[in-house]
């Protein structure tokens, strides 16, 4: 019995148990109630019954025997006395004296609506004795019939001492219809009011226990950079007031621990790193004076060393996650430039090829931080797959969806989860040649994470694993079909604004001066005194997939040495949106885009 019940508790909960418990106790409570009261009905109206059917046989029993006719003849006092009555009595008498010979019952009087015959009841009592007959049916004069009780008492007529029964018949339907009724509000009130209890029951069971709901959903989103934050303490001190402070003292405890444990790894991390640095930069100055038999020993332990630098790196950025975020730099990157860096990018992990097919995406975000997500999932890939290493990336709506596929083992559905936990590593990556922590897909997800993306783990085209890292894309400021190249206008060309000190000696201009006509608005004192013009910079373009338009010169009557200045340069003009990042051309600043002069 035990065993059904816990299954019961288990599925249903605490509400529904609590509300089920009450609504059965209830219903027991109910029913036996129910019962009672309806056979206490009926027997408390059948005494009542009888009762009035005593009184009612008494009375006439004595009202004869008093023989208030003035005869000595028991028949016509019974006859007189039981003459226009409206109710059923009836008077008995047995003419044969012979105790030994049958009785010879006759009726001697009976009120109006009973016949003569039949008798409504062939029982006879001494004097003072009473009978009961709880449940029979009679024949009124009218031929009908009815369900009554008799009750049958014995009386002696003392001028000829003959013994005479009355019998008193009171109908039973009133009192059926009663429990009847009874029985029907019952067997409809008891399931309504066990429905009532139960449902009262679920309500205030769910109001009780709201409080633990509120100290469970707090608990549910709290992790591991939320162990600050306390559950809500009820104003009732109760079990479950103790039970909310007592939560919270072990949460207390828990953040005590994981802050002593933080700390500790950023300071052991951070005190490794100088030690870590003597260490490489002796074997990197001892590898120099050893024979070749020393010189693999020593770089080996290079190897090593580099391990566990990029450890340590790795438990430094983790650490400062934890204590303030990763806090990224807010800039557009070119996300197919890091995704291409991966194509020739030599790796000491396996033997793969990687093949990289990207299209141009731009995201808002830091592009270390980015760069080493992406070389995290790729080395990732590198250490499990067979042969080939797949990255593609490309723009879902909203997102820019880099995808990094191996044909290696893959993860399974069990551990997908988990493989983005800190110091997770596989069964099968335990190997020390693998040479992973089990920190870089930990760094992938807290990278994600901070840029408001997403990573996750499925099944690889190629036959492994298959990791997608969504980025939210950013919009782009200058729409490609806006600029007209075929209205015979010369196109826009960045021009450096740099002063004289920042350029190269190739770079520098000479100063010549220009035909007034041509430029009007210029100042010559301006030239004099050395301030350079703005000049163009000729930018490269490497690996173009389509060829850049250049300006068609223009026809003049006398060139001016400003436009042979700008010939032997050779500017290449580019549109708005193509131009590579400022900061790999002009480390001052921005370039301005203007429009060159006429």
Same mark, same amino acid.
Do not use: C
């Given at each position: 019995m035990t065993r059904p019940l816990r299954w019961l508790r288990a599925r249903l909960g605490v509400r529904v148990a609590s509300a089920l418990a009450a609504a059965v106790t209830v219903a027991v409570v109910l029913v036996i109630a129910g019962a009672g009261l309806v056979l206490g009905l009926d027997a408390l109206l059948k005494m009542q019954l009888q009762n009035t059917a005593v009184q009612q046989a008494t009375q006439l029993g004595e009202r004869i025997a008093a023989n208030f006719a003035g005869e000595a003849d028991v028949k016509r006092n019974a006859v007189v006395a039981t003459g226009k009555r409206s109710d059923y009595v009836e008077v008995l008498? &047995?003419?044969?004296? #012979? !105790? $030994?010979?049958?009785?010879?019952?006759?009726?001697?009087?009976?009120?109006?609506?009973?016949?003569?015959?039949?008798?409504?009841? &062939?029982?006879?009592? #001494? !004097? $003072?004795?009473?009978?009961?007959?709880?449940?029979?049916?009679i024949t009124l004069d009218e031929g009908k019939r009815a369900e009554v009780m008799i009750i049958a008492k014995g009386f002696e007529f003392p001028p000829t001492g003959q013994h005479f029964t009355v019998l008193a018949a009171q109908p039973v339907d009133f009192l059926h219809r009663a429990v009847q009724t009874v029985m029907v509000m019952v067997v409809i009130g008891v399931p309504v009011l066990v429905l009532l209890v139960g449902g009262a029951t679920y309500l205030f069971a769910g109001r009780a226990l709201r409080p633990i709901e509120a100290m469970?959903?707090?608990?549910?989103?709290?992790t591991d950079r939320d162990l600050g934050q306390r559950v809500p303490v009820p104003p009732a001190q109760d079990e479950v007031g103790r039970l909310a402070e007592t939560m919270n003292q072990m949460l207390a405890r828990l953040e005590g621990a994981q802050t002593t444990?933080?700390?500790?790894?950023?300071d052991a991390s951070h005190e490794l790193r100088s030690p870590l640095a003597t260490i490489a930069s002796g074997l990197e100055l001892l590898a120099g004076s050893v024979d070749d038999a020393d010189r693999q020993t020593v770089g080996t332990l290079r190897g090593e060393m580099s391990r566990?630098?990029?450890?340590?790196?790795?438990?430094?950025?983790?650490?400062?996650?934890?204590e303030r975020g990763l806090q990224p730099n807010r800039e557009d990157v070119d996300l197919d430039e890091i995704v291409e860096s991966e194509r020739g990018r030599p790796s000491s992990i396996g033997e793969a090829v990687t093949e990289v097919r990207a299209v141009p995406v731009r995201v808002l975000g830091d592009r270390?931080?980015?760069?080493?997500?992406?070389?995290?999932?790729?080395d990732n890939a590198h250490r499990h797959a067979r042969s080939r290493v797949l990255v593609t990336l490309a723009a879902e709506g909203p997102w820019a969806v880099v995808d990094v596929e191996d044909d290696g083992p893959g993860v399974p559905v069990a551990d997908r989860a988990r493989v983005f936990e800190r110091f997770v590593r596989l069964d099968e990556a335990?190997?020390?040649s693998d040479g992973g922590a089990g920190l870089g897909l930990a760094i992938v997800s807290e990278i994600v994470a901070v840029h408001d993306g997403s990573v996750e783990v499925g099944d690889s085209?190629?036959?492994?694993?298959?990791?997608?890292?969504?980025?939210?894309?950013?919009?782009?400021?200058?729409?490609?079909?806006?600029?007209?190249?075929?209205?015979?206008?010369?196109?826009?060309?960045?021009?450096?604004?740099?002063?004289?000190g920042f350029r190269g000696a190739a770079e520098a201009p000479a100063e010549v001066a220009e035909d007034p006509a041509e430029s009007p608005t210029e100042d010559p004192a301006e030239d004099a005194a050395g301030d350079p013009v703005t000049a163009p910079i000729p930018i490269p373009v490497a690996h173009a997939t389509e060829p850049v338009p250049r300006p068609s010169p223009r026809p003049r009557a006398r060139p001016a040495p400003r436009e042979e200045m700008l010939r032997s340069f050779r500017p290449v003009p580019i549109r708005l949106g193509d131009a590579p990042s400022p900061a790999d051309v002009n480390p001052t600043g921005p370039?301005?885009?203007?429009?060159?002069?006429?």
């Open positions: 008498t &047995d003419y044969n004296e #012979d !105790p $030994d010979q049958p009785p010879d019952i006759q009726n001697i009087g009976s009120s109006d609506p009973l016949p003569a015959s039949p008798l409504l009841a &062939d029982v006879l009592a #001494d !004097p $003072d004795e009473v009978k009961v007959v709880d449940s029979t049916w469970r959903a707090r608990v549910a989103r709290l444990q933080r700390r500790f790894v950023a566990l630098h990029r450890l340590i790196d790795g438990l430094l950025l983790l650490a400062r996650s934890d270390a931080q980015l760069i080493r997500a992406v070389r995290n999932l790729v335990r190997a020390r085209t190629l036959g492994g694993a298959a990791f997608r890292l969504r980025i939210p894309l950013v919009e782009a400021g200058v729409d490609e079909s806006d600029v007209d190249e075929g209205d015979g206008a010369e196109p826009q060309v960045l021009l450096d604004d740099r002063p004289p370039i301005p885009t203007v429009t060159p002069r006429r």
